[in-house]
């Protein structure tokens, strides 16, 4: 690669990162899984070059066209990447969720998130998505400790939304001292009484609470439950054998 070229991917790269604003280099290079010093060589002028197959991932991991990322057109074995990006769609993990239990609702700081690539088509793609770190047991039947799961807020659904019988909500409730927690639970409905369920193989966890339909306001400084988002998908590992 001449220097003329390597000056102009070099440009359109350290152009790409300034336009993202608090996230800085070593959480976009966290994210796509690359070495933010090889990133950083480059970028300083030290290399002269990075290799395509970093390129594709910070790319992939950016939800971009990899032609963005080297100033050029995209033609070429970017034209594969370029197409799978068309066919994927990257959400934010924006928070950890204890499944079953309330905890403190945690929100992680920009420079701390991932995002994972799901499917542009996934359900209820045209809300505005988050995605939530599970923690412990309690819905180990659906959620291993440790997976990940994409939610639609209640806010986006209409007013007139309610939750079907066997959908996953995002529950949240304010403790005594004013700190909003938040669980996942499934919702069955019992006559006129709505029913939320963990879903465990944990014998810890077998107990519903009941939503009560006319939950305190925040105004009042009670400790109301009420639903706050739709779980729509999820990302986890594969069942051991």
Not at 89 to 106: M, P
Not at 129 to 151: E, T
Request: glycine share 10%; charged share 25%.
């Amino acid at each position: 690669m001449n220097e003329l070229q390597a000056n102009k991917r070099r440009k359109a790269l350290q152009d790409y990162i300034n336009s993202k604003g608090d996230r800085q280099l070593n959480a976009i290079c966290k994210a796509a899984g690359v070495s933010e010093s090889t990133v950083r060589q480059f970028l300083d002028g030290k290399t002269q070059s990075l290799q395509m197959v970093t390129y594709d991932k910070l790319a992939i991991s950016e939800g971009v066209p990899v032609s963005v990322l080297l100033g050029e057109d995209g033609v070429g074995r970017s034209d594969a990447v370029n197409h799978f990006l068309s066919e994927i769609r990257r959400i934010d993990v924006i928070g950890i969720l204890q499944a079953g239990l309330f905890r403190t609702a945690e929100e992680l700081p920009p420079e701390e998130r991932k995002s994972l690539a799901l499917p542009a088509n996934i359900p209820y793609s045209d809300h505005d998505l988050g995605a939530f770190k599970v923690l412990g047991p309690s819905m180990d039947q659906f959620y291993p400790d440790g997976s990940y799961v994409i939610v639609a807020p209640s806010i986006g659904l209409g007013s007139g939304w309610v939750p079907e019988s066997g959908q996953h909500v995002i529950v949240q409730r304010r403790n005594s001292w004013g700190e909003f927690e938040a669980t996942i639970k499934e919702v069955r409905y019992d006559g006129d009484k709505v029913m939320l369920w963990p879903r465990s193989n944990h014998p810890d966890f077998q107990k519903p609470w009941e939503l009560t339909p006319e939950p305190p306001s925040e105004d009042a400084g009670a400790d109301g439950i009420r639903i706050t988002g739709l779980v729509v998908w999820f990302v986890g590992r594969a069942p051991r054998t």
